[in-house]
């Protein structure tokens, strides 16, 4: 940096005489702003306002005004001044990692180059912006994580139906899906959040202007765009225009009107940053959201399944595997590939929801599993598989790079090998079968297909490996991208730079020897280029072909037509040697262009195979078995564990647990337990393993029986969400009203501790509230709580069950022993915990006597015969309940009227009355 910013206080150093001409050397009466250099800038800037304008002066990106002092600050750059002009600038060669910061800070950058070579032109040299940086539209492999897909989305809303369309810009996958009817817009929230956009392009309205606030507050970029951009009529015809079609019906977008809106604005946008850069773009393909496990946004977060957000810009390749394993994805994760990595990552927070397909997987993973040699050698092959979609989308837009093509090269000519150890394993997992003779196990149609889905491309792997230099440079510029032998006449002018010096001693002894003048010599000057200078003394031999063009003192100079030819062949030799290459790249990107369509299937099939084999190897690794799913609403893990935990204890401290449920007899489990047993790892395991299951992956148990589930509902943990206005308890009903809404007899349902964050008697009231809506409505439900009275559920509603984890005391200690056992559990040990994390000894022991005088209450309450606490039907308190009913109502039916005394019954009257008023009084002291 200290480096950058010498240069940077020093214009004559590295930057352009064209700046040091035009702003430093400004006579006095003429404004620095009025110079031609700075009229263009401000053209410029006009155009693009509300963007950090990079203006590329010599070796420099120029900030200039406003932009610089804002940009300064950020770029860790000084900010400098010419004639008053604040200015600051980063190097043009390493501009990226500066853009990247301005990205993340929330800005975009126009880059503004010079279309033509400032040694050439005549006057002032053109700019022209040639591409506006974005969060959502990044192509460039230094700028994005190899392994997340960097989404630019756009979202519609018409009249309650959402319209989300999203563009992978670096690959140029397109999506597109559409939502309407009950739930739809918490549907489409939780799917922008599982997409995980960078940049969401929207359209203020009075429906859309709230989401733009509530997308910001989460921190959502978003970008607004013209209501132009996503008018409806237009946008359909838009579509089918960039596309050459006549319908679009064949995209599943017929009809789809907000769908369209939503797409075509996403495409408008794309386009709108390219600057007229072709945007390499695939079909939309639309996917309706019940494809899917339904994983609320709440959910992914709840339960660590990847790391949130969006992805940052300049986070750089691959840069999500130095942490240490939290989420699951960072424990499923053993891909060898970017595809790969980023196909994980999209399965990982979309599991499926078809039995046909899940299995479909299974029956993969099986065989990958099996094959642990035929593994071996696939993920030997997959080392360091270059990014084909990415490269393809470079190769469109014109912005690949030599290695790129170099690694597309390495890549092709793998493919073979690839598919040849598929169809080995193949034949060698077919020949066991039939050795068995078991039928059963004989490879489904999916898995033979599996050599065939990886298609080839022999003769353009051919081609560019008799093209490509095993390692080129990184520019074109540099030349020495194509291999010698590729073109006779690249061949012919190489020859000329690399022997033009031994040519020329070739020819001047040649000439030596032709004339017989011993002395003749090849010079060279910047007048008339080269010459052969014969001295005075032997003028008489020299030949009549050479023409005379200078007269020296002791001699003459001449030039031959062969000698200017020569020359131009040497000077020239460089510079047509880099044309002549550049046209032959030219040519070789069309070549692959003309197979886009083959190498994204490859680059597909090889995502898929790296996925298969990651999870085999984690399979393998982790002892994970494969879950049997099926169309029930069984669900029973025998010995589940937390992925993640175990990954981090001690190996064999996890307490592994069993899951029972069956949407009838054990339709919801109400777990109790001390705090710090383990109620919250066994809710989130249990969820994370139906995850891994629905993906198609094994899973860490030792037997699973499910099944398939439509939805995930979790509502852990205490997330506050201050900035939207929205406190704990605020958040908990809102999650909750959520599942209690939408839950179905498929669905999961996991709750921790719902209720707590309010007082006791409101929140148990909630919690037993809501275990009865729910025993109707069907779910599966695992419901953890402190609350043990809730465990009387179990008695009065059918289907619910108890279960606590194990604590065992140990004279003043307590030992958590993890495992989850049938009935409810018999106290809370909280004053343990609060022991075990250092609470003062003087509040333990307040708490301890507290906690002795409120059991006592408890017990002598409960001697009392009176109903359950939540029998009553009117919401009365529980203290209200106490102290007017105890024991009178019983007493009163007992009374026979006829025998009693008006007198009698006064004094009964009494009685209950001084009662009442007694328990009023101790309520108060209390
Ligand atoms: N099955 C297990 N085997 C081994 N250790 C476990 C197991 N389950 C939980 N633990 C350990 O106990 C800790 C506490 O677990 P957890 O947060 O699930 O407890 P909890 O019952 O939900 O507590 P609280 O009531 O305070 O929320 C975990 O961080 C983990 O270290
Ligand atoms: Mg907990």
């Not at 439509?710 to 009203?737: K, N, P, W």
Request: hydrophobic share 40%; glycine share 8%.
């Amino acid at each position: 940096m200290d480096a950058d910013r010498k240069s940077l206080d020093a214009p004559a150093n590295g930057r352009n005489a064209e700046i040091t001409s035009n702003l430093t050397a400004v006579p006095s009466t003429r404004r620095a702003s009025d110079t031609p250099l700075m009229l263009q800038y401000q053209e410029l800037k006009a155009r693009y306002p509300k963007d950090l304008l990079f203006f590329r002066l010599g070796d420099f990106y120029e900030l200039f005004d406003g932009d610089a002092k804002i940009a300064a600050p950020i770029l860790e750059v000084a900010l400098t001044h010419r004639q008053q002009i604040p200015m600051c600038g980063v190097p043009a060669h390493a501009v990226d990692p500066y853009a990247a910061k301005l990205l993340k800070a929330g800005f975009r950058v126009a880059i503004a180059d010079q279309m033509e070579d400032p040694a050439l032109a005549k006057g002032l040299v053109k700019r022209q912006i040639v591409r506006v940086l974005t969060p959502g539209t990044l192509q460039e492999d230094t700028l994005l994580p190899a392994k997340r897909c960097n989404f630019l989305a756009a979202l519609a809303i018409q009249d309650g139906t959402f319209g989300l369309a999203a563009i992978e810009c670096s690959t140029g996958e397109f999506v597109t899906t559409e939502t309407s009817g009950a739930g739809a817009d918490s549907r489409t929230w939780d799917e922008i959040v599982r997409l995980a956009p960078s940049e969401i392009v929207m359209t203020p309205s009075p429906q859309s202007t709230p989401w733009i606030e509530k997308l910001r507050k989460q921190g959502f970029c978003v970008t607004e765009a013209d209501a132009s951009d996503f008018a409806v009529p237009l946008a359909a015809e838009r579509l089918k225009k960039q596309f050459g079609i006549q319908s679009l019906r064949g995209f599943g977008l017929e009809g789809k009107n907000v769908a369209q809106s939503a797409a075509s604005a996403a495409v408008r946008y794309y386009e709108s940053t390219q600057c007229g850069r072709p945007c390499s773009l695939q079909p939309p393909r639309t996917y309706t959201l019940d494809e899917f496990l339904q994983l609320d946004a709440g959910t992914l977060d709840h339960l660590d399944i990847v790391e949130s957000g969006a992805p940052r810009p300049g986070s750089g390749p691959g840069s999500s595997t130095s942490r240490s394993a939290r989420t699951l994805l960072d424990i499923m994760d053993d891909t060898l590939t970017p595809m790969g990595g980023r196909l994980l990552r999209r399965w990982i927070v979309a599991p499926l929801r078809s039995l046909e397909t899940i299995r479909a997987r299974q029956e993969r993973v099986d065989f990958f599993l099996d094959q642990r040699d035929g593994r071996r050698h696939l993920r030997a092959a997959l080392q360091g598989w270059p990014d084909m979609e990415r490269i393809l989308t470079r190769l469109a837009s014109g912005t690949v790079s030599p290695r790129d093509l170099a690694h597309l090269t390495h890549g092709l000519k793998r493919t073979p090998q690839v598919k040849n150890f598929v169809q080995k394993a193949l034949d060698q997992w077919q020949a066991l079968r039939n050795a068995s003779a078991d039928s059963s196990e004989s490879p489904g149609s999916g898995l033979a297909q599996l050599p065939k889905s990886l298609p080839e491309a022999p003769e353009l792997s051919e081609l560019l490996e008799r093209a490509i230099v095993e390692a080129p440079p990184a520019s074109l510029k540099d030349g020495g991208v194509i291999r010698d032998g590729y073109s006779a006449e690249l061949d012919e002018v190489r020859s000329w730079i690399r022997d033009g010096k031994s040519r020329l001693l070739g020819l001047e002894r040649r000439e030596r020897e032709q004339t017989g003048i011993g002395s003749l010599k090849v010079g060279f000057n910047n007048i008339f280029g080269y010459y052969i200078e014969v001295t005075k003394t032997h003028m008489a031999k020299v030949p009549a072909n050479y023409i005379r063009k200078q007269t020296m003192a002791n001699g003459e100079r001449y030039i031959t037509p062969e000698l200017k030819e020569f020359e131009t062949q040497l000077l020239g030799a460089e510079e047509r040697a880099l044309r002549l290459e550049n046209a032959l790249v030219t040519s070789l990107r069309e070549a692959i262009l003309k197979e886009a369509e083959t190498l994204r299937r490859l680059s597909a099939a090889i995502a898929e195979l790296d996925v298969f084999l990651s999870f085999a190897e984690v399979a393998e690794r982790r002892g994970y078995v494969k879950p049997t799913l099926e169309d029930s609403s069984s669900f029973m893990i025998r010995e589940g564990r937390h992925p993640v935990l175990e990954n981090v204890l001690a190996s064999g401290s996890l307490v592994p647990n069993d899951v029972h449920l069956d949407g009838r007899e054990r339709q919801i489990v109400i777990l109790t337990g001390p705090n710090m047993s383990g109620k919250s790892t066994y809710l989130r395991q249990t969820a994370l393993i139906a995850i891994l299951a629905q993906m198609g992956s094994y899973v860490p148990a030792a037997e699973a029986r499910l099944g398939v589930l439509d939805h995930l509902f979790t509502r852990i943990g205490a997330s506050d969400r201050l900035l939207e206005g929205e406190s704990t308890f605020m958040v908990e009903m809102v999650e909750t009203a959520r599942i209690l809404n939408h839950a179905t007899p498929r669905s999961l349902v996991i709750l921790d501790e719902v209720g707590r964050g309010t007082s006791t008697y409101d929140g148990m009231s909630i919690a037993w509230a809501c275990i009865e809506y729910l025993h109707q409505a069907g779910p599966k439900v695992l419901f953890a709580t402190h609350y043990l009275e809730l465990t009387q559920l179990a008695g009065q509603l059918s289907g619910v069950c108890n279960a606590h984890v194990a604590a065992r005391e140990w004279g003043d200690q307590v030992i958590f022993l993890h495992k989850v056992e049938p009935g409810p559990a018999d106290r809370a040990y909280g004053i343990h915990v609060a022991k075990l994390a250092g609470v003062p000894k003087g509040v333990l022991e307040r708490a301890a006597k507290l906690l002795r005088q409120f059991e006592q209450r408890q017990r002598s309450q409960e001697t009392d015969p009176q109903p359950s606490l939540f029998d009553e039907e009117a919401g009365q308190t529980r203290a209200q309940n106490d102290t007017l009913t105890s024991g009178w109502g019983d007493e009163l039916s007992q009374i026979d009227l006829n025998q009693i005394t008006p007198m009698q019954a006064l004094l009964k009257i009494q009685e209950w009355k001084n009662r009442v008023l007694q328990a009023k009084k101790e309520e108060d002291s209390l």
